[in-house]
T-cell receptor, first 114, second 111 residues
Framework: DAGVIQSPRHEVTEMGQEVTLRCKPI?????LFWYRQTMMRGLELLIY????????DSGMPEDRFSAKMPNASFSTLKIQPSEPRDSAVYFC????????????FGPGTRLTVT | QKEVEQNSGPLSVPEGAIASLNCTYS??????FFWYRQYSGKSPELIMF????GDKEDGRFTAQLNKASQYVSLLIRDSQPSDSATYLC???????????FGSGTQLTVLP
């Protein structure tokens, strides 16, 4: 069974450019979470979806960040325009409907904005 | 105050010893507690979860939960160099039981 899939694995871009990160959750999982991890702030929840609907985006740092989930098997996180302080590792995680609430993480996208 | 606190580390133990990782949380409504292991440059990997007071054992790993003290720990017996990683504690909160993570404890097992 495939795990959470993310692409690209690495992204290097220049300040001001648009960046799109992609995620495919585990089949059958109805929750999808986007996280950002930095040395300074650790692992932060940005936004999560339930059945493709955004539930809580209070962790999105600012309006430059947006996320969509057009169907159960695909989500995007977009940064426009990107800034050097957006450099981080972005993880996508998914969760099924079980009672234990465990989340499974994708391999992450390492974003570098120069 | 940070919602999930972990001993900052880094923690070094000799091979074969018991490594003890600790975590406290502030939300008394938290119901489930998780330990993730993260190797350098990799994504967090679920090791164990616990939601009842007491101990839960899985191989060399034991999770301990004390809800009255708002404390959860992870013991790693017979530590191996391959256990060297950062260990993240996470607790559920909110209506969707989303996770809040601690800042992690870096463990090094010395051969």
């Amino acid at each position: 069974d495939a795990g959470v899939i993310q692409s690209p694995r690495h992204e290097v871009t220049e300040m001001g450019q648009e960046v799109t990160l992609r995620c495919k959750p585990i089949s059958g999982h109805d929750y999808l979470f986007w996280y950002r991890q930095t040395m300074m702030r650790g692992l932060e929840l940005l936004i999560y979806f339930n059945n493709n609907v955004p539930i809580d985006d209070s962790g999105m740092p600012e309006d430059r960040f947006s996320a969509k989930m057009p169907n159960a098997s695909f989500s995007t996180l977009k940064i426009q325009p990107s800034e050097p302080r957006d450099s981080a590792v972005y993880f996508c995680a998914s969760r099924g409907a079980g009672i234990s609430y465990e989340q499974y993480f994708g391999p992450g996208t390492r974003l570098t904005v120069t | 105050q940070k919602e999930v606190e972990q001993n900052s580390g880094p923690l070094s133990v000799p091979e074969g010893a018991i490594a003890s990782l600790n975590c406290t949380y502030s939300d008394r409504g938290s119901q489930s507690f998780f330990w993730y292991r993260q190797y350098s440059g990799k994504s967090p990997e679920l090791i164990m979860f616990i939601y009842s007071n007491g101990d839960k054992e899985d191989g060399r790993f034991t999770a301990q939960l004390n809800k009255a003290s708002q404390y959860v720990s992870l013991l790693i017996r017979d530590s191996q160099p391959s256990d060297s990683a950062t260990y993240l504690c996470a607790v559920t909160h909110g209506s969707a039981r989303q996770l809040t993570f601690g800042s992690g404890t870096q463990l090094t097992v010395l051969p």
